[in-house]
């Protein structure tokens, strides 16, 4: 099976292309969300900001793809670490609130940003090093 090198405009794109998936699902998680916990609040969590904020995150994180990946010889490894890892901070800074403020974890804005956090990172961590290096997509 041939190597392909992710080069910077692929990086980019495949982080612009995972960002719109995080979007679409970031929307629909959102929309879920609501409906079924009966959460009207914490109006910044919008659709625009939503398809405006994600591709752009997603965007700075194809880059920094395509950073480790040119200096690093296990670039893409050290790529999907380092995107588990602030997963597991954000998830860490979620849970540390819930102990501070009392409340239960999976309610309110709390259960939204779990959800979010994971929606991000995780699309970050796997579809940009899948789209920069896949040989097809771009042609």
Not at 26 to 35: D, F, K, P, W
């Amino acid at each position: 099976m041939p190597v392909y090198n992710a080069s910077l405009s692929k990086s980019i794109l495949s982080g612009l292309l995972s960002g719109l998936v995080a979007a679409f699902l970031g929307l629909i998680y959102t929309m879920v969300y609501r409906e079924v916990a009966n959460f009207a609040t914490a109006e910044i969590i919008m659709p625009i900001t939503l398809f405006v904020g994600l591709p752009i995150l997603l965007v700075l994180a194809g880059f920094g793809y395509f950073l480790l990946k040119r200096h690093l010889s296990a670039g893409t490894g050290w790529f999907i670490f380092f995107s588990l890892a602030i997963l597991a901070a954000l998830m860490l800074i979620t849970i540390q609130d819930t102990n501070k403020e009392g409340g239960s974890l999976f309610s309110g804005l709390r259960g939204l940003c779990l959800g979010l956090e994971l929606i991000t990172c995780l699309p970050a961590a796997f579809l940009i090093p899948y789209f920069a290096r896949h040989p097809k997509i771009y042609e």
